[in-house]
């Protein structure tokens, strides 16, 4: 008798496509709102495009990661569902600390889901290349 798992990596998916949706809109309301007093429209669409860029990156990953093998991928729909809501709980400004300027959240917390993505695949991808030279041997 087969050991099934109970997770389906597609509903997964679907999940974490869905929470990236959520963070994305989510953030560029909090951003909006931070910036409602902004004159410069280039400023707004630079900002715009920083902070929506890791849930872009993120749904690049989601697409790049099907060839990969079930863990890999399923530590990639994780990282997507983790920095969603962790976007979101840096741009409201609940844990920011008093006397920080609101841009200063805007500007870090994009690079610092950059820098946790970019890990994250690598880790992912050596995941997924030494599941596949396990599954070759044998």
Avoid: C, H
Avoid at 64 to 88: F, K
Avoid at 100 to 122: C, D, E, R
Wanted: aromatic letters at 14%.
């Amino acid at each position: 008798m087969k050991d099934k798992k109970t997770s389906n990596p597609n509903l997964l998916q679907i999940m974490a496509i869905i929470f990236a949706f959520i963070g994305a809109m989510g953030s560029l309301y909090f951003m909006f709102r931070a910036g409602r007093n902004q004159k410069s429209i280039l400023l707004m669409v630079l900002f715009t495009g920083w902070v929506l860029s890791p849930f872009l990156g993120m749904l690049w990953a989601s697409k790049t990661s099907n060839r990969w093998v079930i863990p890999a991928r399923e530590s990639i729909y994780w990282l997507m569902i983790i920095l969603a809501i962790g976007s979101l709980v840096a741009y409201s400004g609940a844990l920011l600390p008093s006397g920080t300027k609101t841009a200063f959240i805007f500007l870090v917390a994009p690079f610092t889901s950059w820098f946790v993505i970019v890990i994250g695949i690598l880790i992912s991808r050596r995941l997924s290349a030494k599941n596949k030279d396990r599954d070759t041997k044998y």
